[in-house]
C-alpha cells in the first residue's frame, strides 16, 4: 500500500530555513523519481525539485525559483526523501508535498497524495 508521509514544515522568518522530510513506503517509491511540490492558496500545485534513482545517479532538477536555495536528497535504506530549504521567502508559504515524478503515483486508479506540511514564511 502505497503511503507518503510529509513532515517539517513550520512557522520560519524571511531567510530561515527548515529541512522537510517524507517517509515513503518504500517498494515503488524507492525506485521512481522523486519530487516535492508545493501548492499555495488559490494556486496550482507545482514542481519545486526532482531526484533521479540512486540506480540512475540521483542526479536532481529544481524550479527556477528555489534553484540556490533548496536541496533534495533521498536515502532509500530509510525510506526517506528530504528537501533543505534556506534563504527562505515569503513567497515559498505552500503546502509541500512528495510523490513521484513526473505524476504522483496512483491508488486504484486514482492519484494518491500525503498529507503535505505546511511551509509559512512571515516576519
Known amino acids: 500500500q502505497a503511503q507518503l508521509v510529509e513532515s517539517g514544515g513550520g512557522v520560519v522568518q524571511p531567510g530561515g530555513s527548515l529541512r522537510l522530510s517524507c517517509l515513503t513506503s518504500?517498494?515503488?517509491?524507492?525506485?521512481?523519481?522523486m519530487a516535492w511540490y508545493r501548492q499555495a492558496p488559490g494556486r496550482e500545485r507545482e514542481l519545486v525539485a526532482t531526484i533521479t534513482p540512486p540506480g540512475d545517479g540521483s542526479k536532481t532538477n529544481y524550479a527556477y525559483s528555489v534553484q540556490g536555495r533548496f536541496t533534495i536528497s533521498r536515502d532509500n535504506t530509510k525510506n526517506m526523501v528530504y528537501l533543505q530549504m534556506s534563504s527562505l521567502k515569503p513567497e515559498d508559504t505552500a503546502m509541500y508535498y512528495c510523490?513521484?515524478?513526473?505524476?504522483?503515483?496512483?491508488?486504484?486508479?486514482?492519484?494518491?497524495w500525503g498529507q503535505g506540511t505546511q511551509v509559512t514564511v512571515s516576519s
Open positions: 510523490n513521484t515524478d513526473p505524476r504522483p503515483v496512483t491508488v486504484d486508479g486514482v492519484p494518491y
Open positions: 518504500g517498494g515503488i517509491f524507492s525506485i521512481s523519481h
